[in-house]
């Protein structure tokens, strides 16, 4: 399975390297380039991508405030001729940081962590056993048992997802798209791109709000009518 992957770098020159270097490597698969991240923006709306070779030095939208404005993003390495923003990549959950120039070597070593990155992300949903009432999810070191019932909602953190139950938060290694195919669909029901609620625990909706225990759900306007129809069904009592 290939990765699909983006290049955003305002540079003509830069971008023709990066293809150059990603159609060499057999698990690499360009969906797109731009040539700032406002344009990659409605790359990533329309397509399933999961990495990024992000610049920093851009009009408009500067690569870190690409990475500090974004929600749910795929995988992302950063290509610069700035290497004092290093630390600022890294604590934004950047995989890898490539000084330009930087050779076909190095470029292939950021690839194969995003490539082992990835698997591992894989097989930790496959690890993610889902049967009747529970599912298992690994958390802290530990095998822990999930009830559906204890499950109020599920936010996208960047890589990971935010469990939360009844009783705690727990944050653990997957993603909302795939954690949304194993849950029963008459329970759980995406609601916008970063949550997933359980529509048992759901106490009033309120416009494009959800209420569920004391947090507040937003409700995109992409899925407000699927989310409608699917929450209230035949429920809604009329006069």
């Known amino acids: 399975m290939k990765l699909k992957c983006i290049i955003v770098d305002d ?40 990495l990024i070779f ?6 408009k939208l500067s690569g870190i405030e690409f990475l500090r404005s974004g929600s749910n993003l795929p995988m992302v390495i950063l ?6 923003h290093a630390l600022d990549g890294f604590s934004l959950d950047v995989l890898d940081y490539l000084v330009k120039p930087f050779s076909f070597d190095r470029f292939l070593k950021a690839c194969n ?26 958390y802290n070191g530990r095998i822990e048992k999930v009830l559906y019932d204890d499950l109020l909602f599920i936010e996208a953190a960047l890589n990971y997802v935010i469990l939360h ?5 727990m944050i653990v290694y997957l993603t909302i798209k ?25 106490r009033s909706i309120e416009g494009n709000i959800i209420h569920i225990g004391n947090s507040e759900i937003p409700i995109s306007q992409n899925y407000h009518d699927e989310v409608m129809k699917m929450i209230v069904k035949d429920k809604m009592l009329k006069r």
Do not use: C
């Not at 795939?178 to 759901?202: R, Y």
């Open 54 to 59: 992000l610049d920093i030095n851009m009009p």
């Open 113 to 138: 962590k995003a490539k082992d990155y990835h698997d591992l992300k894989r097989q930790a949903g496959k690890n993610s056993v889902i049967n009747e009432n529970y599912f298992f999810v690994k």
């Open 79 to 84: 290509t610069t001729a700035y290497a004092e």
């Open 178 to 202: 795939g954690i949304i195919e194993d849950l029963p669909a008459d329970s759980f029901i995406k609601v916008h791109k970063s949550f997933i609620v359980n529509t048992h625990k759901i």
């Open 11 to 50: 540079e003509p020159v830069a971008r023709k390297l990066l293809q150059e270097y990603i159609e060499d490597i057999s698990f690499l698969e360009i969906a797109g380039e731009a040539d700032n991240p406002l344009k990659a923006q409605v790359i990533l709306a329309r397509e399933s991508v999961d």
């Open 165 to 169: 139950t009844n009783h705690n938060k």
